[in-house]
């Protein structure tokens, strides 16, 4: 929020110190200042002016040259404005004036006539038509009365002041006005703020009741509504004091009414809306929700499309407004309006920002009701703005009120009792209980002595609904005594010793596995958007779809929780190929979030998953992956219990759309399947738009760490005896797997068997037709001997016997 010091000295007395150390002072009271903003900082050297004559330019049909005494001496300025009268007071910019936008003013010749300065217009010094409405569209700025001649145009223009940007918390709206920056800024000097009191001449005919109705259908939504009208409406310009402060917090100038809607807004953090009472059909204010489809036309002039979760002010034929966020077309305020209905409201505050979201419509009203303003604020709003209307003569008040307040009783101060010792022992002070009792005081809050002196209770304003408990109260009181003061202690704990869970420490072996493969790891967001399930490619009906939805989602992207692992990984993988990198090889321990009914009634699984992947544009394909694979169960200890199976749609583990159907396979553990691993499927992967191909894995990390808990490592000397190698073609059906092969030949080789490998398959003219050659190198070590021909040959003959009876697979003898 944008405070204006000018507004805010006016309203608390003592503020004229350096802007720098109130700035420090109240941040320390708990009011964050984002920046400081100087008005016509850099405005300099620019006067009144009298201009005593005007004369055309000999050498410029366009140019005027002006003669113009600006106090102690005169000076010659040419210039080609054209509405200009001798005996003007007018703004001089001399030889080294400073102007808005940077520019300076340097006295010269201007088609061979002296010109020692300029003549401005209200743009040149920083503004507007809409903060000076009585400036020329195309002209120099006129003064309305004389003015003291020489004297610096900053002050007489209002152009200056000091402006302090405060960020607003959101459990503090009370703040989110100049009535509430006020009263923290008095209190920090140890003063009581009150605010002006307000009083209503109702000069008008007849009584509100008699003009205008209210009828609220949904008091959850809006728990009150005041309505007030004033007749006899003069539509004019602001006054310059008021304009100044709207402009200097940031609100455009428009007329007096809007103007003093703004104002109060600002003032009281009120938002208010005036209607042009003769566009209320039937004279009645109805409060209701929008009807599904109801098409609606903001004062923007865009048509918007409303649904039945929003709140709008309508009358007996159409709506008029969208509750706490804009106004309608059909409902302005124009010149010709005779009589105006004011509008003060309170609604429901998560209801205003989520239609506020759901239309993209954010404006100063939705900024401060999303953060459930008081109830109680709307009626003496109304009455300042009824205040201010007789004040500038806009118009006439109607006597009455019409405030429909269904449950009055259910907004009321609020007890909170507490115990200043335990307050002093929670802020680490031994504040006095008097003193207590005054610091609550100044900000509004009173406090009766209860049932023995060390009880109390403080009673709670309503503008403060984030005081709910004792602890609140140590805040308010440690905020106002200076957490600077707070004397320091020494701090007396007892020490214990940190560790990582077992699982933490497995997991830090699992990422220091795949850096040393050339895998970084990753952290992604475990929120994304429903299209999720669309690029990897799920059917309609998966029930992967089937997702925890966030109830205030940063955005539709960010709506669901994440179900299936790869999609955060995908984004990041499509990040590094877009930006052309050769390749990127990621990694990522994570939770996804399985909900067991939908809505939720119990926590949701929370499945802990190491999620693989990469691309490569030098190459590597699915063999090389695998080998990744296989390297990481093999640093736990688990790759001689893996077994690898061709996933096919329809057998064990869940549906992967996502995945290439001929080049993924499953992890198979002791019988137990623990994720797959493969290339990704080529639509999904164009859905990421990644140009080449992706290969993925993922693991369930907690059946890992069971079942490496389980193994125990035998640590054998280095050998000392030669290996004895054999080779071995095999001819076999092709649709048998290699791992199948493995697990025959493992079977039979015994405990001499000390590496297996695959080097070799072979398809082609000289293999019948519907089988294959698979050639693999055996090797074989003892480690008490050195083998004989004649042991390796007898068990070479028993793993081919083994591979006969159970593939059908034979011996290749060239």
């Not at 429909?404 to 200043?420: F, G, I, L, M």
Request: proline residues 5%.
């Amino acid at each position: 929020m944008n405070v204006p010091m000018s507004w805010l000295r006016a309203m608390v007395g003592g503020l004229d110190g350096d802007l720098r150390a109130f700035c420090e002072k109240v941040t320390l009271v708990g009011l964050k200042v984002e920046g400081i903003e100087r008005l016509a900082e850099n405005i300099s050297g620019v006067v009144v002016g009298k201009i005593l004559s005007i004369e055309k330019h000999p050498n410029a049909d366009k140019l005027l040259i002006t003669q113009i005494d600006v106090g102690e001496r005169g000076v010659q300025v040419v210039t080609g404005a054209t509405n200009l009268s001798v005996g003007d007071y007018v703004p001089v910019a001399l030889d080294g004036a400073s102007l808005a936008g940077g520019k300076t003013i340097k006295k010269g010749k201007l088609r061979g006539e002296v010109s020692e300065g300029m003549l401005c217009d209200i743009g040149e010094l920083g503004y507007s038509r809409h903060d000076y409405p009585e400036a020329p569209e195309d002209g120099i700025y006129i003064f309305m009365n004389p003015q003291p001649l020489g004297a610096d145009v900053k002050p007489i223009l209002q152009l200056e002041d000091e402006v302090i940007d405060f960020e607003t918390f959101s459990n503090r709206p009370d703040c989110n006005s100049m009535i509430g920056v006020a009263r923290e800024a008095a209190a920090m000097y140890g003063k009581k703020f009150v605010p002006e009191a307000i009083t209503v001449n109702e000069a008008g005919d007849g009584n509100a009741s008699d003009l205008i109705e209210v009828e609220i259908h949904n008091a959850g939504l809006c728990p009150r509504y005041v309505a007030r009208i004033v007749t006899d409406i003069k539509i004019e310009p602001s006054p310059l004091w008021l304009r100044h402060r709207l402009t200097a917090s940031g609100v455009r100038p428009i007329n007096n009414i809007v103007d003093i809607t703004n104002y109060v807004m600002l003032e009281y953090g009120q938002p208010m809306h005036a209607f042009d009472i003769e566009n209320i059909a039937g004279r009645k204010i109805i409060v209701r929700n929008a009807r599904a489809g109801e098409t609606f036309a903001t004062l923007d002039g865009i048509e918007r499309k409303l649904d039945a979760s929003m709140l709008v002010i309508a009358d007996t034929e159409k709506a008029v407004a969208v509750a706490g966020v804009m106004g309608g077309e059909n409902s302005m305020v124009t010149e010709n309006a005779s009589a105006i209905l004011f509008e003060s409201a309170n609604f429901n505050g998560p209801n205003v920002r989520i239609t506020s979201k759901k239309l993209g419509l954010r404006t100063d009203s939705s900024a401060r009701f999303e953060k459930s303003l008081d109830p109680n604020l709307p009626l003496d709003a109304v009455n300042r703005a009824m205040q201010l209307i007789e004040e500038l003569g806009c118009g006439r008040v109607v006597p009455g009120i019409v405030d429909a307040y269904p449950s009055p009783d259910s907004v009321t101060v609020r007890n909170v009792q507490y115990d200043p010792k335990n307050i002093n022992a929670l802020i680490g002070t031994d504040i006095e209980p008097d003193e207590m009792i005054k610091t609550l005081s100044l900000i509004g809050i009173e406090t009766d002595l209860r049932m023995s002196a060390t009880e109390y209770e403080a009673k709670i304003p309503t503008f403060r609904s984030d005081i709910q408990r004792e602890a609140d109260i140590a805040e308010e009181i440690a905020r106002f005594y200076g957490y600077n003061n707070v004397p320091s202690r020494h701090t007396q704990f007892v020490s214990s010793s940190g560790a990582r869970t077992p699982i933490r420490v497995f997991t830090d072996k699992i990422y220091a596995a795949m850096r040393s493969l050339g895998y970084n790891e990753a952290l992604t967001y475990p929120f994304e958007g429903p299209d999720v399930f669309d690029k990897l490619l799920l059917e309609p009906d998966d029930e992967r779809r089937k997702a925890i939805r966030i109830q205030n989602p940063l955005g539709e992207e960010y709506s669901i929780m994440r179900k299936v692992s790869l999609n955060g990984l995908l984004e990041s993988l499509s990040v590094n190929f877009n930006r052309k990198n050769e390749s990127a090889r990621l990694c990522e321990a994570a939770y996804v979030y399985i909900p067991k009914a939908l809505p939720l009634s119990e926590l949701p699984e929370e499945k802990f998953v190491l999620s693989v992947i990469g691309y490569d544009k030098n190459g590597g394909d699915f063999f090389d992956f695998k080998g990744v694979i296989e390297e990481l169960l093999s640093s736990i200890g688990l790759l001689n219990a893996a077994a690898f199976e061709a996933y096919a749609s329809g057998n064990d583990g869940p549906a992967l759309p996502f995945m290439h159907p001929g080049r993924t396979a499953l992890v198979n553990i002791s019988g137990e399947n623990i994720g797959y691993f493969g290339e990704l499927h080529p639509k999904a992967r164009e859905n990421y738009q990644i140009g080449e191909r992706v290969y993925a894995a993922v693991l369930d990390l907690e059946k890992l760490f069971s079942l490496a808990s389980d193994v125990k490592i035998n640590v054998k000397p280095l050998p000392k005896f030669p290996a004895v190698e054999r080779d071995i073609a095999l001819q076999l059906k092709s649709e048998i797997p290699a791992a199948a092969v493995e697990s025959a030949i493992k079977e039979k080789a015994g405990p001499l068997l000390s590496g297996l490998r695959l080097f070799d398959v072979y398809q082609g003219i000289q293999i019948e037709e519907g089988f294959k050659s698979m050639a693999y190198s055996l090797n074989f070590r003892a480690q008490d001997r050195t083998l004989v021909d004649e042991e390796v040959s007898t068990i070479i003959k028993k793993v081919l016997d083994n591979l006969a009876s159970k593939l059908g697979a034979v011996l290749r003898d060239k």
